[in-house]
């Protein structure tokens, strides 16, 4: 079992930048595919960033890409998602999730991780 905890969500303007943590605790967090969604009101729970367990590769939705940055540090047991130049549209409540690496990964799919978050809240003003 892995909990999981997000924070570093908040209000901030179109432009400015703000980085998510997620901090892990339980079972060894270095076998763990992660990966970061968000979901807006009214709308789906959505790809945001994934990174490999060894965080030897990532990945990235188009919307996000060159904006955002996911990484990792297994000695601290915790994820981020650095993100630059926010936009009203990245609005919305950001989960991050694990995916056991003895399990199948579709990084984009959020019905291959196991373990989320409880989110945390980015608004992004015009």
């Known amino acids: 079992q892995v909990h999981m905890v997000e924070s570093g969500g908040g209000l901030v303007q179109a432009g400015d930048s703000l980085r998510l943590s997620c901090a892990a605790s339980?079972?060894?967090?270095?076998?763990?595919?992660m990966g970061w969604f968000r979901q807006a009101p009214g709308k789906e729970r959505e790809f945001v960033a994934a990174?490999?367990?060894?965080?030897?590769?990532?990945y990235y939705a188009d919307s996000v890409k060159g904006r955002f940055t996911i990484s990792r540090d297994s000695a601290k047991n915790t994820v981020y998602l650095q993100m630059n130049s926010l936009i009203p549209e990245d609005t919305a409540v950001y989960y991050c999730?694990?995916?056991?690496?003895?399990?199948?990964?579709?990084?984009?799919?959020?019905?291959?991780?196991?373990?989320w978050g409880q989110g945390t809240q980015v608004t992004v003003s015009s």
């Open positions: 999730a694990a995916n056991p690496i003895s399990t199948s990964w579709s990084p984009r799919e959020k019905e291959t991780y196991d373990y």
């Open positions: 339980g079972r060894p967090f270095s076998p763990y595919n």
């Open positions: 990174v490999y367990w060894r965080a030897d590769n990532a």
